[in-house]
């Protein structure tokens, strides 16, 4: 995911204190948002700003801008962009339900069903104004590959990324990965690492005397 390095302080000042509230500043934040779109850069906080000031005057609110601003969400997946952008509207368009549905199948990790229905031209179209949006997907599930495998069969990672021969090949050896025959090899690190979990009890002194006693007892 693309974030954003230094947000320019024009826009700074319009998402700061009352600014925030002034419908007048929507036409300067949806120009930033389309060079985000542009530029592979993201700002969640500018972004929610929008739908802030859509909210309250919903006469401005512009379907294509909440839409790409849901579709930059999507690639921030596992973070709750998303969710936090779905919050503030007051309505759903029919854009908003299908990019809910690409949403509630990357957060299940349903990825071959993800591409299947993303490939659709309807939801592809969703995504054409935000600039190396299928890239992006592919780093996330990319990242969570990396977290929960130290191996797995390269056909099912080629179905998870919709990726086959020499683009798959490329992609694999971008993330270090290497591939033995029909398995994919991932280095092991902090999250993927299988690690010993050591049980400790601790058992308080009279605790321990009121077993010694009732086994006397006995």
Same mark, same amino acid.
């Given at each position: 995911?693309?974030?954003?390095?230094?947000?320019? =302080?024009?826009i700074?000042?319009?998402?700061?204190? #009352? @600014?925030?509230?002034?419908? =007048?500043?929507l036409e300067?934040? @949806?120009?930033?948002?389309?060079?985000?779109?542009?530029n !592979?850069?993201?700002d969640l906080?500018?972004?929610l700003?929008?739908l802030k000031?859509?909210?309250?005057?919903?006469t401005?609110?512009?379907?294509?801008v909440?839409?790409? *601003?849901?579709?930059k969400s999507?690639t921030?997946i596992?973070?709750?962009d998303?969710?936090?952008c779905l919050y $503030?509207?007051? @309505?759903?368009?029919?854009g908003?339900?299908q990019?809910?549905?690409l949403q509630? $199948?990357l @957060?299940?990790?349903n990825?071959?069903?993800?591409w299947?229905?993303?490939?659709?031209?309807?939801?592809k179209?969703?995504t054409?104004? #935000?600039? !190396?949006?299928e890239d992006?997907?592919?780093?996330? *599930?990319?990242? #969570?590959?990396?977290?929960s495998?130290?191996?797995? &069969?390269? &056909? #099912?990672?080629?179905?998870y990324?919709?990726l086959?021969g020499d683009?798959f090949?490329?992609?694999?050896? =971008?993330q270090?990965?290497s591939?033995? !025959?029909?398995v994919?090899?991932?280095?092991v690190?902090?999250?993927?690492e299988a690690?010993a979990?050591?049980v400790?009890?601790n058992?308080k002194? =009279?605790q $321990?005397?009121?077993v *010694?006693g009732?086994s006397?007892?006995m």
């Amino acid at each position: 995911m693309a974030s954003v390095t230094e947000r320019p =302080e024009s826009i700074q000042k319009l998402i700061d204190g #009352v @600014e925030r509230y002034n419908p =007048e500043n929507l036409e300067v934040l @949806e120009a930033y948002l389309d060079n985000q779109c542009k530029n !592979g850069t993201y700002d969640l906080m500018a972004n929610l700003a929008i739908l802030k000031l859509y909210q309250f005057n919903p006469t401005k609110a512009k379907d294509n801008v909440v839409v790409s *601003i849901l579709a930059k969400s999507l690639t921030a997946i596992p973070s709750p962009d998303f969710n936090l952008c779905l919050y $503030l509207l007051s @309505e759903r368009s029919t854009g908003v339900t299908q990019l809910t549905t690409l949403q509630q $199948l990357l @957060e299940q990790s349903n990825y071959a069903k993800f591409w299947t229905l993303y490939n659709d031209s309807t939801y592809k179209q969703l995504t054409s104004q #935000v600039a !190396g949006f299928e890239d992006a997907i592919r780093q996330l *599930i990319a990242r #969570v590959i990396t977290m929960s495998h130290q191996s797995i &069969s390269a &056909s #099912v990672v080629q179905k998870y990324l919709a990726l086959t021969g020499d683009a798959f090949t490329k992609f694999i050896q =971008e993330q270090q990965w290497s591939q033995q !025959g029909d398995v994919v090899v991932i280095p092991v690190n902090k999250d993927n690492e299988a690690k010993a979990i050591v049980v400790r009890e601790n058992i308080k002194f =009279e605790q $321990l005397t009121k077993v *010694i006693g009732y086994s006397n007892e006995m």
